[in-house]
């Protein structure tokens, strides 16, 4: 659907007919509308772009708050004087179809009281052919606007693969849409997909919407036995009271439940004062609002499908894509989703760059969902064509459109062109195959395809013999098994019928079943008795007849009781006592009752019920505690029974240490350097760090938390750098242990000196010591989790030490950091910053750089002063290497360095860093 930006006014050359809202206004659209120099009836040059200047655009509202973008538009305005322009059909007769699917027709007549035109019925409803066709169970449709082939995909054969047939124009956005080009060059490709209908948007988009394909003009004709939506509601009508208006809630109610489930994203009730925003049946005139939830539903099935008509409103296209994931992410996925991304045009607010990340959102979204990934089939496609004075695709000229076919490689071709010309009619017939999909390759369970079975014309079926053929992986279906057993409960001893099926593959199949109790069969329908209580899982594993076989497997479970035993409980834990904070990890174990059995246990300390069998807690404060097991069977009505094990936590035994003692300050240049002495009682447990405390006057010391002197461990001296030449400080000193803070040591002054340059180290944790529960002085940010950037991970082992930082490696969008804010001295001769770092990827290109590790100076203001370098997934390494940066056009400022490691949708990239230093001399 259109949406922000109808296509009429394009049109009005062709359809005179068509009625256009008040808010547009027209520019001169067609190729005789102006004297003009004549153009070269061919090439670039032959249509050129009228009177847009993008400085009188509108202003962008990419960054306006949805509800505050309002709309404006002004159509294209081409003059293709002089220019030849292919006639319709060429690139159906350069391209055909695989196969002929072509049905013979007889014309009837409707009754005239309908006012319909003469309705072509088919001569026989046998399909000619039953090929494969994959067995989808969801259909997405990502319906984009207003470009061409040659617009978006004009260097194909160079940016995607080779042999694809495209032109670049002297007018494009190819550099825009590199998501595009990536899904296109990942999945399959079609480069004759023509949409068949002039003019541009209208018509093609409702043919995909809605069915209706009789009609060339934007009021489609309603078909006699409906529309989709006809068929998604069961029926022609809507609820009761149901409105003639898109912009007012139904306030009626319906009954009855859909055979399919889907979901509509976007403005499509933009073809308001045509009619065509409505469902009107010619039978009493009446106009048919889409109700906004499926009878027999709640569930919101209507996303953003009025903010146009209603408000005048621009939608971003990131809030539909979002708003869709959430969708599914909350309701699952549809049978039947149609997502339309529209805000990229000239006139409107171009985002053409966001269009095409949306897209790819929604996309990534649904191909790394390992629910939806294999038994998807998704259709990313424009509903724009360029013809005449319409657009200067003038190459293709016979309505053609990018359409890239994304599915499983199991069904889908990867990495594949075709040049077969598929039509909008091919499309529609693929999201039917998948809608009424009974048994792979079949339309239904009779094998038929007449108008009954599909709300199109019969001249449209055509393309229902095997839609879009030329993608599909052909071979037979994929082997697949089935193991069902009955009864599934009851008491042992107790003898199950076991039932076996097998499909796909290649006959003859050979059963092999596993009872989960050491007993097995090659029957392919046994029986088996369990003769003690207990859960078994029975499997079952089919092989095929192919050469190399093939197997699949499929698992079916029993729950078997022991007659006479009660439901009983059993609660134990390790340890039972110790000092806080302490660990325990507890046992349940349940016997007797039915099977399987549910665990929830509660601590007795407050904390949330874990319903593990065998679960962790921590207690932190110290008391006697109660933790108790429930246990459920699986008997109707259930029954419980319940355990309780006894938690002593005590209280640590140890005080807070005493201050440290001989405090010393010596002064350096632009710095200080700090020793004391370890406090005379650790008040019995180990002092794991000390806190400097520092200020400008005696007495007023605070707390560092930046600097050589900050998130210290258990040492004796620290260096603090960044400071003023003649200004006196003054420093206290803590000692910490796990009980608490000491007292502060006694106060030492300072003041540094501003000549000489005295060699050291200015990052503070230079080798991330202090692991992911004290990160200070670092910053650290991630997509993900940021608390495991600084880990210990065997996986990605340190240089040296303990820890190191990971940044990245998720295989999936992310962006990690990792900075420190450092002062550096003046006067001295070197400031060299160095870090040792490990690239380790699953990316396969040799010339791509999908994932990088920006390595970055910033200032307080948070602008980046300079990138010091960029690695990516080409720069991967074994083991690990040093790499050095001098900073001395820094000197004397305070500066931020910054590293970013940022990774695509997919493939991991891991960037390890470890031994950081900043070394000044």
Not at 303 to 308: A, R, S, T, W
Not at 486 to 492: I, K, Q, V
Not at 685 to 709: F, Q
Request: some cysteine; charged content about 10%; hydrophobic content about 30%.
């Amino acid at each position: 659907m259109i949406g922000r930006k109808t296509r009429m006014a394009r049109a009005a050359a062709i359809l005179a007919a068509v009625v256009l809202p008040t808010t547009f206004s027209l520019g001169a659209g067609s190729a005789s509308a102006g004297a003009g120099t004549r153009h070269p009836a061919t090439g670039v040059g032959s249509c050129t772009l009228k009177g847009w200047n993008p400085k009188a655009d509108p202003a962008d509202a990419k960054s306006l708050p949805v509800g505050k973008r309002p709309q404006s538009y002004i159509p294209d305005n081409y003059d293709c004087t002089g220019a030849v322009f292919a006639a319709p059909g060429t690139e159906f007769r350069k391209f055909p179809q695989p196969h002929d699917f072509t049905i013979v027709n007889r014309p009837s007549i409707a009754p005239r009281d309908l006012n319909q035109a003469e309705v072509q019925t088919p001569e026989t409803a046998t399909n000619p052919l039953a090929p494969y066709f994959p067995p989808f169970q969801h259909f997405v449709i990502i319906y984009r606007e207003n470009h061409t082939f040659d617009d978006y995909l004009g260097d194909c054969a160079t940016t995607v693969i080779a042999g694809c047939n495209g032109k670049v124009e002297s007018t494009n956005h190819i550099s825009s849409v590199p998501y595009l080009h990536s899904m296109a060059k990942t999945y399959a490709l079609d480069d004759s997909y023509s949409t068949g209908t002039q003019p541009p948007s209208g018509p093609n988009h409702w043919w995909l919407f809605s069915g209706q394909s009789q009609s060339s003009s934007q009021q489609q004709t309603y078909p006699g036995n409906g529309t989709q939506f006809d068929r998604f509601l069961t029926g022609d009508d809507g609820p009761e009271d149901e409105g003639t208006s898109a912009c007012t809630a139904p306030t009626g109610t319906s009954s009855g439940s859909s055979p399919y489930t889907f979901v509509m994203n976007g403005d499509f009730y933009w073809m308001l004062s045509s009619g065509s925003g409505y469902w009107r049946n010619p039978a009493d005139g009446k106009l048919e609002v889409l109700p906004p939830d499926r009878p027999g539903t709640t569930i919101p099935e209507e996303l953003h499908y009025n903010e146009y008509t209603c408000s005048g409103q621009n939608i971003p296209d990131t809030t539909v894509a979002n708003d869709y994931d959430n969708f599914v992410k909350t309701n699952g996925l549809p049978a039947y989703s149609f997502v339309e991304l529209f805000n990229d045009h000239p006139g409107t607010y171009q985002d053409i760059p966001t269009n095409d990340s949306a897209t790819n959102d929604v996309v990534s979204s649904l191909m790394s969902n390992p629910t939806y990934k294999d038994n998807t089939l998704i259709i990313v496609t424009e509903d724009d064509t360029q013809n005449g004075n319409n657009g200067p695709d003038h190459v293709s000229n016979t309505y053609r459109v990018p359409i890239v076919v994304i599915g499983s490689p199991t069904y889908v071709k990867q990495h594949y062109l075709s040049h077969v010309a598929y039509t909008t009619s091919n499309v529609l017939a693929a999201m039917e195959r998948t809608m009424e999909n009974v048994k792979s390759g079949i339309i239904n369970s009779s094998d038929s395809i007449g108008t009954s079975t599909f709300p199109m014309t019969t001249a449209d079926q055509s393309a229902l013999g095997d839609p879009l053929e030329d993608f599909w992986v052909q071979g037979s279906t994929p082997l697949s098994a089935s193991a069902t057993g009955s009864p599934s409960t009851g008491n042992a001893p107790l003898t199950v019928n076991f039932t076996g099926t097998a499909t796909g593959g290649t006959a003859p199949y050979t059963y092999n079943w596993t009872f989960g109790d050491g007993a097995t069969s090659t029957a392919q329908n046994p029986s088996h008795t369990y003769s003690g209580a207990g859960t078994y899982t029975a499997t079952l594993t089919v092989t095929d007849g192919s050469s190399p076989a093939k197997t699949a497997t499929s698992q079916v479970t029993t729950n078997v009781s022991a007659v006479g035993n009660p439901l009983a409980a059993t609660a134990s834990a390790n340890p039972t006592s110790g000092q806080i904070p302490l660990g325990v990890t507890f046992t349940g174990t349940a016997t007797g009752g039915t099977p399987g059995y549910t665990y929830s246990w509660n601590f007795g300390d407050g904390s949330a019920v874990s319903t593990s069998q065998n679960p962790s807690h921590t207690y932190s404060a110290a008391g006697t505690y109660t933790a108790t097991l429930t246990v459920t069977d699986s008997a109707s009505p259930a029954n419980t029974a319940s355990s309780t094990v006894t938690i002593t936590a005590s209280p640590v035994q140890g005080t807070a240490p005493g201050a440290p003692t001989g405090l010393t300050a010596s002064p350096g240049t632009g710095q200080a350097s700090l020793s004391w002495t370890t406090p005379s009682s650790n008040g019995g447990v180990n002092i794991t760090s000390y806190k400097v405390y520092r200020g400008t006057s005696s007495g007023t010391e605070t707390l560092l938390t930046s600097g050589g002197c900050s998130g210290l461990g258990a040492v004796n001296s620290c260096t603090d750098t960044g400071l003023t030449a003649g200004q006196t400080y003054y420093y206290k000193v803590t000692a910490v242990n796990a009980i608490g803070e000491s007292a502060q040591s006694n106060e030492a002054s300072v003041t540094p000196t501003g000549t000489g340059c005295p060699s050291s180290q200015l990052l503070g944790d230079p080798g991330f010591e202090g692991g992911a529960s004290n990160t200070a002085p670092w910053t650290v940010t991630s997509t993900h989790s940021p608390v495991e950037v600084i880990n210990s991970s065997t996986s990605e082992p340190p240089h040296s030490g303990t820890y190191d930082a990971w940044l990245d490696g998720w295989g999936t969008t992310d962006t990690d950091t990792l900075a420190q804010t450092v002062t550096l001295p003046s006067g001295c001769t070197n400031y060299n910053l160095s870090f040792w770092l490990h690239i380790n990827t699953a990316e396969t290109s040799t010339s791509t750089a999908y994932d990088t590790l920006k390595v970055q100076v910033l200032n307080s203001g948070g602008t980046v002063l300079s990138t010091l370098h960029t690695y990516s997934n080409l720069d991967h390494n074994t083991g690990y290497a040093q790499h050095t940066f001098s900073l001395a056009s820094y000197a004397g400022q305070t500066v931020t360095l910054k590293f970013t490691g940022a990774e695509d949708f997919e493939y991991q990239t891991s960037f390890v860093l470890d031994d950081t230093a900043l070394n000044v001399s």
